[in-house]
Nanobody, 116 residues
Framework: QVQLVESGGGLVQPGGSLRLSCTAS????????MGWYRQAPGQERELVAR???????AYADSVKGRFAISRDNAKNTVYLQMNSLKPEDTAVYYC??????????WGQGTQVTVSA
């Protein structure tokens, strides 16, 4: 129904930075919120950051001060700037879109590996 294309993952050393991108194939006016979740092996998927259509943001305590979520409505894209990366940030990161009325879509996931 809705396509979410993610990019920007990769291998980085502790203390490094990455920027994840997620582009949605849905009209911007239909978007309620976009967020990033992550899941490490053997762990549950958890919320990392979320941004609403009005620009309100929320972050997991573990990433506050290090990660920043933003959006570009013209490009219909949400970003996750990840700074001061730690090994515990290693996970598959998934973009999630809440749109329309009670609709939810997930991206394919992008691997982020933080290792010396």
């Amino acid at each position: 129904q809705v396509q979410l294309v993610e990019s920007g993952g990769g291998l980085v050393q502790p203390g490094g930075s990455l920027r994840l991108s997620c582009t949605a194939s849905v009209s911007a006016f239909s978007i309620n919120s976009m967020g990033w979740y992550r899941q490490a092996p053997g762990q549950e998927r958890e919320l990392v950051a979320r941004i609403t259509s009005t620009g309100s943001t929320a972050y997991a305590d573990s990433v506050k001060g290090r990660f920043a979520i933003s959006r570009d409505n013209a490009k219909n894209t949400v970003y996750l700037q990840m700074n001061s990366l730690k090994p515990e940030d290693t996970a598959v990161y998934y973009c999630r879109l809440s749109w329309g009325t009670a609709r939810l879509s997930w991206g394919q996931g992008t691997q982020v590996t933080v290792s010396a």
